[in-house]
């Protein structure tokens, strides 16, 4: 079992994913019996920085221009974990659950995370328009893809969402969620 987990930045995935993380650990220090899948988490960007795994730094951007194919190699035979990066999407999943976020609140979050106005623009727009949700459907379909928006959760409440999908116990989502409003 692959899940992925992505979404634009600053919507929430690494806050969440290692609330999961966490849970997964627990429940396998107490329990057998827990409904979600015995998983290990990966932060695909982490490892793209640990490893070099990219093809060169956008200045303008200042982010790392992520090496996919160098990923994937290093995901080979990786199963039974959640893929946690705004790229999870771009690789082998059973499942993809793609967080979202109003824009305005998005561009809130990444600036007070030191982001510039233009990326936080450029992401906020981004989140507008589906680009990672878009992407996501288009790779793995609409009966893979679980979308989730954390606008108004929690941390927690979105790991509880995060453990459904990874233990089946909810429905894909694509296109439920729609911030076309921002660009109007």
Known sequence: MRVAVTGTPGTGKTTATELLEARLADSD???????TPDLDVIHLNQVLEDEALYTEVDADRESKIADLEAL????????????ESHLAHHFDADRVAVLRCHPETLEERLRERGETDAKAIE??????????LSEAVEEHGLESVYEIDTTDRDPAAVADELAAV???????SAGDVDFMDYLT
């Open 29 to 35: 220090a107490e329990s057998e019996n827990e409904p």
């Open 72 to 83: 994937s190699d290093w995901l080979e035979g990786r199963d039974d974990v959640v893929i």
């Open 123 to 132: 992401n906020a727009e981004s989140e507008a328009l589906d680009v990672i």
């Open 166 to 172: 990874a233990a089946g116990e909810r429905e894909p």
